[in-house]
């Protein structure tokens, strides 16, 4: 397998893990507050917080805080998709093997 899919491919589950991650925050967040003192609220919301930080950089002042999380995760899901479509695209090279 090429390089070039090797790294997309790991770019790929390292958005996906950090897609979970917010999925997983959003999910304790909907519990209530005392769910939000928990350890693994605490260890997901540091793993998100540099996406979650870029969202609340790129969106305009306007936006309100609460939005910004689900702004990430929708951000996150269109980098997931672009990278699929560059590991697919690169997959569909003739005389390459992807497993």
Avoid: H
């Avoid at 991650?21 to 793993?47: C, D, E, H, Q």
């Avoid at 305009?60 to 479509?85: K, N, T």
């Amino acid at each position: 397998m090429p390089p070039e899919i090797t790294v997309l491919a790991t770019l790929r589950a390292l958005v996906e893990v950090a897609g979970l991650m917010l999925l997983i925050r959003g999910l304790m967040w909907s519990f209530g507050p005392k769910a939000r003192t928990n350890f693994i609220y605490g260890l997901v919301t540091v793993g998100s917080m540099p996406f979650i930080r870029f969202a609340r950089a790129i969106t305009p002042r306007a936006v309100a805080d609460r939005y910004v999380p689900a702004i990430a995760f929708v951000l996150l899901f269109l980098l997931w998709l672009m990278l699929a479509l560059g590991v697919g695209t690169l997959c569909a090279r003739p005389g390459v093997q992807c497993v």
